[in-house]
């Protein structure tokens, strides 16, 4: 699912059995289930109140549990569901004005100026304080998801995500071009990605993506973690080569590794 | 047809705080992401407001 739908819903696969976190990505690296942007993790999050497996929790945008059970006997629903949410647009509340959904919608594709614009115009041409309400929380909620995404960018260049980092930085850019006040959030962007490092991390990045890619396809292959570890000689010192580390050390854990 | 899972997934048991308080439809869990694998900087519920989000509850047993 997290395939089918890219970046337009979040999978978090976690772990229940006490299997421990390098043991559970290890396990699942294993079975080919890696390479998506799916999160796996073996923390504990919260209790569904089944005690079966596997069971899941469908959150809304708003962070709202829309439906909850057993996911193969569910399966039908959680894509109505989920295809629902999607057609919906996102955060804004049931209530407010379709100006507002429209401001939401946008703001969630990346289109920060326009969303921002509407949202505004939305404000000032509010007929009740209800409908103001609903405009500024929505460009509150535009502001700050936009602050999250820059600091999203840093978090990707500083812990060996360069092409993503760039890629969003860009897109963050593009989208806010025409409201000022966004615009200067994301400027300061760009020295983040003209550094010499940040080169260096790129190419580290073109590197493990080609390595990480066969290692995905066949984890049991030892030699697919050995061109993992390949990376982490050739480019030591980067945040790639710790990530490459980190990659290769999970791919130790998979079950029956040749 | 979309396929929800490419996994097959286990079924079986669940060992981790069967018994903790569950929540319900219309509730907004707070969570947190510690150890995690391809987070890409989303340390928890708060970072993933504006999407939906599915979370799947599976065993290696």
């Given at each position: 699912?997290?395939?089918?739908?890219?970046d337009?819903?979040q999978v978090?696969?976690?772990e229940?059995q006490?299997?421990?976190?390098?043991e559970?990505?290890?396990?699942?690296m294993?079975?080919?289930w890696?390479?998506?942007?799916?999160?796996?993790?073996s923390?504990?999050?919260f209790?569904?109140?089944s005690?079966?497996?596997p069971n899941f929790?469908l959150l809304s945008?708003?962070?709202?549990?829309v439906?909850?059970g057993?996911?193969?006997a569910?399966h039908?629903?959680?894509e109505?569901a989920?295809?629902?949410?999607?057609?919906n647009g996102?955060?804004a509340?049931e209530?407010?004005p379709?100006a507002?959904k429209?401001?939401?919608a946008e703001?969630?594709?990346?289109?920060?100026?326009k969303?921002?614009?509407?949202?505004?115009?939305a404000?000032e041409?509010a007929?009740t304080?209800e409908?103001r309400k609903?405009?500024?929380?929505?460009i509150?909620?535009l502001?700050d998801?936009?602050k999250?995404?820059?600091?999203?960018?840093?978090?990707?260049?500083e812990?060996g995500?360069?092409?993503r980092a760039?890629?969003?930085?860009?897109?963050?850019?593009?989208?806010s071009k025409?409201a000022d006040?966004?615009?200067?959030q994301?400027?300061a962007?760009s020295?983040?990605?003209?550094?010499?490092d940040?080169?260096?991390?790129?190419?580290a990045?073109?590197?493990l993506?080609k390595?990480e890619?066969k290692?995905f396809?066949d984890?049991k292959?030892?030699k697919?973690?050995d061109?993992?570890?390949e990376?982490?000689?050739?480019?030591?010192?980067?945040?790639?080569a710790?990530r490459?580390?980190e990659?290769a050390e999970?791919a130790k854990?998979v079950p029956?590794?040749? | 047809?979309?396929?929800?899972?490419?996994?097959?997934?286990?079924?079986?048991?669940?060992t981790?705080?069967?018994?903790?308080?569950?929540?319900?439809?219309?509730?907004?869990?707070?969570?947190?992401?510690?150890?995690?694998?391809?987070?890409?900087?989303?340390?928890?519920a708060?970072d993933l407001r504006g999407?939906?989000v599915?979370?799947?509850?599976?065993?290696?047993?």
């Amino acid at each position: 699912m997290q395939q089918e739908y890219g970046d337009a819903i979040q999978v978090i696969f976690v772990e229940s059995q006490n299997s421990g976190y390098q043991e559970s990505v290890g396990f699942a690296m294993g079975y080919g289930w890696m390479g998506t942007n799916a999160i796996w993790t073996s923390d504990y999050l919260f209790s569904t109140g089944s005690n079966g497996l596997p069971n899941f929790a469908l959150l809304s945008p708003s962070g709202e549990v829309v439906l909850k059970g057993n996911s193969n006997a569910m399966h039908g629903q959680i894509e109505e569901a989920i295809e629902e949410m999607i057609k919906n647009g996102g955060a804004a509340p049931e209530e407010a004005p379709s100006a507002v959904k429209k401001g939401y919608a946008e703001f969630l594709e990346g289109k920060w100026a326009k969303a921002h614009d509407r949202l505004s115009k939305a404000a000032e041409k509010a007929k009740t304080d209800e409908e103001r309400k609903y405009a500024e929380d929505g460009i509150k909620a535009l502001e700050d998801r936009l602050k999250s995404q820059v600091k999203r960018v840093t978090w990707l260049a500083e812990n060996g995500y360069p092409e993503r980092a760039e890629e969003l930085a860009e897109s963050l850019q593009k989208g806010s071009k025409g409201a000022d006040a966004l615009v200067e959030q994301t400027t300061a962007l760009s020295e983040v990605l003209a550094s010499e490092d940040f080169q260096k991390e790129l190419a580290a990045a073109k590197d493990l993506n080609k390595a990480e890619s066969k290692l995905f396809e066949d984890a049991k292959d030892a030699k697919a973690a050995d061109k993992v570890l390949e990376v982490v000689e050739d480019h030591l010192g980067t945040k790639v080569a710790l990530r490459a580390q980190e990659l290769a050390e999970f791919a130790k854990a998979v079950p029956g590794r040749k | 047809m979309k396929t929800l899972f490419a996994v097959p997934l286990v079924v079986g048991a669940l060992t981790a705080s069967a018994g903790a308080q569950a929540v319900e439809v219309g509730d907004t869990p707070d969570y947190s992401l510690k150890s995690a694998f391809n987070t890409m900087g989303v340390s928890g519920a708060k970072d993933l407001r504006g999407k939906p989000v599915l979370i799947d509850f599976w065993g290696t047993r």
